[in-house]
């Protein structure tokens, strides 16, 4: 016993390099998929018929499709079409944009919650609808829609191991270089368990408590959500 | 907690993020990409953070004399063929048995290491192997892809003397071995080379060997421009003290 402890802090620094790795991973990827998302949701509320359209379509495809899929595609299946994308941007790259698909859905719900008697009342104090938007539809939507985003943050959180089918250093990868020459799975995939738990019970908190920081007193929100 | 402070981390946080992207570096020599799959010793594995191995210090050599600068890229064994055609790696060196299928895919440098596949069984084990077809009794692990998991599905599934079920297909030997000690297989078939090297870690021992007389080879893209300066360097190096040290460091 004493000793599996010695063996795991001997480790340690590898494994929380690897961990590093994770967390750059799936802080960019969700960066990227806000970005894409928020761009989606928008876009399939308020564009063109045949752009709401296309937004679905993206939805509809990117949601469908396993997320090794998505990343064999873009990291091996790309060059034969002359884009050569190195493997920690096409891991960025499949797991942002797989994210962007879920998140325009959640902020599309978001926006879409709020009534549009709250549009009608900006428009009739003499607000123009971008303005509306800024100051009445959105601070309301990324408040409602955080409970979704912090869902949707976990997963792609723990999809980021898949990253290592590309051959990126995350800790799942590190954890099976350690097992490679030591031959003990189960106290090193075990202390991989216990720290993407970590990661994901620091994550939760950390978005908790920015949505307690930025709670309306008296408004929808709870606490405990 | 305060709002503004909880900001600014968060713009801290995302900017050292995105800068971690762009900071990869820049070197003046001509670069070799080689593709490995670190998980087979004695051939390659890591040590802190490290690559070694008979194939990592090959390839450490083998860049010397090509005066260029080795980079090694670690991914799985079954995406070093794809790697090697999408352009993302130069040469492969992963203890890669030359076969006439993998060499549709792609091309091979002369030969650098001989192998036959063993069978391994736990070292308390009392299975008796007398003559192969001695196999079909039993369940038998294997990493997916290796010459090993090949010659089992051709010899003894495809010509039906073995159920479809008693071949277990894993990402690596570890998985293959580690499921076999825990009871769940009788048998894994395993390069010989790498049945050494487990046996110095694990419990095991080698029942049977089948000759199949295999050998070990880079592989290259089929266009590849480097191949008669690699099988050049490659004969000096075989020819050397410093193979001779390469191979004693690992496998004695």
């Known amino acids: 016993m004493i000793e599996s402890i010695l063996f795991v802090f001997e480790n340690m620094p590898l494994l929380l390099k690897g961990a590093l790795v994770a967390v750059e991973l799936t802080v960019l990827s969700i960066l990227l998929g806000m970005v894409v998302g928020l761009l989606v949701a928008i876009l399939r509320l308020y564009g063109p018929k045949y752009v709401k359209k296309l937004m679905k379509i993206y939805e509809w495809v990117l949601r469908g499709l396993p997320i090794l899929v998505i990343l064999f595609i873009i990291y091996f299946g790309f060059p034969s079409l002359g884009v050569n994308i190195p493997a920690f941007i096409s891991a960025v790259l499949g797991l942002g944009l797989r994210s962007s698909a879920y998140q325009a859905q959640i902020y599309r719900g978001a926006i879409q919650s709020i009534g549009v008697e709250q549009v009608e009342a900006g428009l009739s104090i003499g607000m123009n609808r971008a303005k509306t938007m800024l100051y009445v539809i959105v601070p309301q939507a990324i408040r409602l829609s955080l409970p979704g985003f912090t869902n949707e943050f976990t997963i792609v959180l723990k999809d980021s191991p898949l990253a290592y089918a590309l051959g990126i250093a995350e800790l799942l990868k590190q954890g099976r270089n350690i097992i490679v020459t030591s031959f003990r799975p189960f106290t090193i995939y075990l202390t991989c368990a216990i720290i993407y738990f970590l990661l994901f019970h620091f994550f939760y908190y950390l978005f908790r408590k920015i949505a307690e920081v930025y709670e309306v007193p008296g408004y929808i929100m709870s606490k405990k959500s | ?252």
């Open chain 2, 1 to 252: 907690m305060n709002k503004s402070l909880l900001k600014l981390g968060i713009i801290i946080l995302s900017v050292f993020l995105v800068f971690s992207l762009f900071s990869c570096g820049k070197n003046e020599k001509e670069v070799l990409r080689v593709g490995t799959n670190a998980e087979y010793p004695p051939f390659e594995f890591t040590e802190n953070n490290e690559f070694k191995g008979i194939d990592m210090d090959l390839a450490k050599v083998l860049g010397e004399k090509l005066n260029m600068e080795v980079k090694i890229h670690d991914m799985d064994f079954d995406s070093l063929i794809p790697a090697l055609n999408a352009k993302k790696i130069d040469i492969a060196m992963a203890a890669m048995t030359v076969t006439e299928d993998r060499k549709e895919q792609v091309d091979f440098s002369i030969p650098y290491y001989s192998v036959d596949q063993a069978i391994i069984a736990p070292e308390d084990s009392n299975i008796e192997i007398n003559e192969e077809d001695d196999l079909t009794e039993y369940t038998i692990g294997a990493q997916n892809g290796t010459t090993g998991q090949i010659y089992i599905d051709k010899n003894f599934i495809d010509k039906d003397k073995m159920n479809k079920k008693q071949l277990n297909k894993y990402p690596t030997n570890i998985e293959a071995i580690t499921d076999m000690l825990n009871g769940n297989l009788d048998l894994v078939i395993i390069d010989s080379s790498a049945a050494k090297g487990y046996k110095k870690m694990k419990p095991i021992k080698t029942i049977y060997t089948i000759k199949t007389g295999e050998n070990y080879a880079i592989a290259l893209r089929q266009d590849s421009q480097l191949k008669e300066k690699i099988n050049t360097a490659l004969k000096e190096i075989l020819k050397s003290d410093q193979w001779t040290d390469i191979l004693n460091r690992y496998i004695k």
